[in-house]
């Protein structure tokens, strides 16, 4: 009883309103939980628990409690494989991988649709100005004749 009156002098003395700061002043809210000395109350306490501790049995027991790879499994892995093909120990498939990386950078930067090197609006600004002197000599051929 004589703690109930100092918890409630001391709640008074907080002014009530910083009564959610201080944990249990309220005797009739939820009485605290502690599991190894910790309070186990918030739910963010249990959902923190459920996201590190589940996923980590659970890759534990689809490996079959393994952690890590023997030696022989590794260098038998597809990753170990590309690895070193990357790295060029493999010497056919990364000269290959190597001459495909070359042609795709040619194609794009040297190969055009059509094999001549002009581009597309060159030709229109040709075709244009090849009409305007057509046009040209035309009307200097007629001025000429009616002369």
């Not at 049995?57 to 597809?78: C, D, K, P, V």
């Not at 040709?126 to 009409?131: M, N, P, T, Y």
Request: net charge positive; proline share 3%.
């Amino acid at each position: 009883m004589a703690g109930a009156l100092a918890r409630r002098a001391a709640f008074a003395r907080l002014g009530g309103a910083t009564r959610t700061m201080v944990y249990r002043l309220d005797e009739n809210g939820p009485k605290p939980r502690k599991v190894f000395g910790l309070i186990w109350n918030s739910k963010i306490v249990v959902f923190y628990f459920f996201l590190f501790t589940v996923p980590t049995i659970g890759a534990f027991i689809y490996t079959g409690g393994r952690t890590q790879l023997s030696r022989e499994e590794l260098l038998q892995s597809a990753a170990y494989r590309e690895k070193m093909r990357k790295e060029g120990f493999d010497r056919t498939e990364a000269k290959t991988l190597e001459q495909e990386r070359m042609d795709a950078m040619n194609k794009v930067l040297f190969q055009t649709k059509d094999e001549d090197p002009m581009q597309a609006w060159v030709k229109q600004r040709e075709a244009k100005l090849r009409a305007q002197q057509e046009i040209m000599q035309r009307r200097a051929a007629e001025a000429a004749q009616a002369k």
